[in-house]
Each structure stands twice: as C-alpha cells, then as structure tokens.
C-alpha cells in the first residue's frame, strides 16, 4: 500500500477547492447573466486587452483549444465579441468586446467580485495575502510539469 489518501492529497484537495468554488460561481453567472464560466472566463481577459487571439486566450485561461473555441463562438454569436483580422497573423482573428459585451462585463465584474468576497468572508486580509503568494508558488512549482502550455 502506497500510503495515498485522497482526501490528504493536496492536488486533489486544490481541484475540489476550485470546483465547488466554481460551481457555486457558475449557476450564479447562468442564472443573472446566462454566461457559462468558459464564457465569463473569455470576457474577462478580452478586456483587460484591446484585441487578444484565441491562441493567448487559451494559454491565459489555461483552457483547452476546443473550450476556448466554442466559448468564443458563443459569445461572437451573442454579439458579446466581435472577431477582427490580426494585422500580425493573418492566419488568426483579434478577439474584442462589443459595446454590449463590454456593457455585460460592467454589470458581471463587480457580481464577480462579490461573490469572492463572500466565499473568503471568514478569511483576513493577511490570510488572503498568504494565500494567493501561495498560489502563485504553487503555479510556478508545477509550471515545469505543464508540457503543453509551458
């Protein structure tokens, strides 16, 4: 016997972390906004640029191509983005927000916001500082074991 107990595996433990987190996120943005968190995902970086290819999107949100691709096709089709020739690849598409989608963005952001707050209610400020140093060590330790997006 290996000694490997899954509820004491902290990988497991970060990934049941995040997907109650998510979950609890996610029926709040399909019910106020009818976005999927893919989608919400996508919105939120494509704002903070003025233009950005599916490819970075991919690797900024560390979501696979074809994730990716069918929230872009979504949010295109709800007239929250709008695809636009990249003058420096001309093989790929600038992804930008549409006034309506950045509209949305304005409205979802502070929800967004909200909902972390209340998720880290019973947490200090030291704590919470503690905590995303941690996370970041954490995505930089595993960052060698990342092939794919390296």
């Known amino acids: ?27 709040a943005y399909q019910a106020l906004f009818g976005l ?21 999107l991919g690797v900024a949100t560390r979501m696979d191509k074809v994730t990716v691709s069918r929230a872009a096709t979504a949010l295109v089709e709800r007239g929250l983005v709008a695809r636009k020739p990249n003058p420096g690849d001309q ?31 019973g947490f200090s400020a030291k704590e919470i500082a503690s905590f995303r140093e941690m996370l970041d060590r954490i995505e930089a330790s595993a960052a060698p074991f990342d092939a794919d997006r390296g």
Not at 10 to 21: K, T
């Open 91 to 121: 093989r790929s598409h600038l992804l930008m927000l549409t006034s309506t989608g950045r509209a949305l963005y304005e409205d979802v952001a502070p929800k967004a916001l909200e909902l972390e707050a209340q998720v880290f209610e």
């Open 36 to 56: 999927k968190i893919p989608e919400w995902r996508l919105i939120a970086i494509i704002a903070e640029h003025d233009g950005i290819t599916q490819q970075a």
């Open 1 to 27: 016997m290996t000694g490997l107990k899954l509820d004491q595996f902290l990988p497991y433990r970060l990934s049941i972390a995040s997907n109650r987190v998510s979950a609890a996120i996610a029926s």
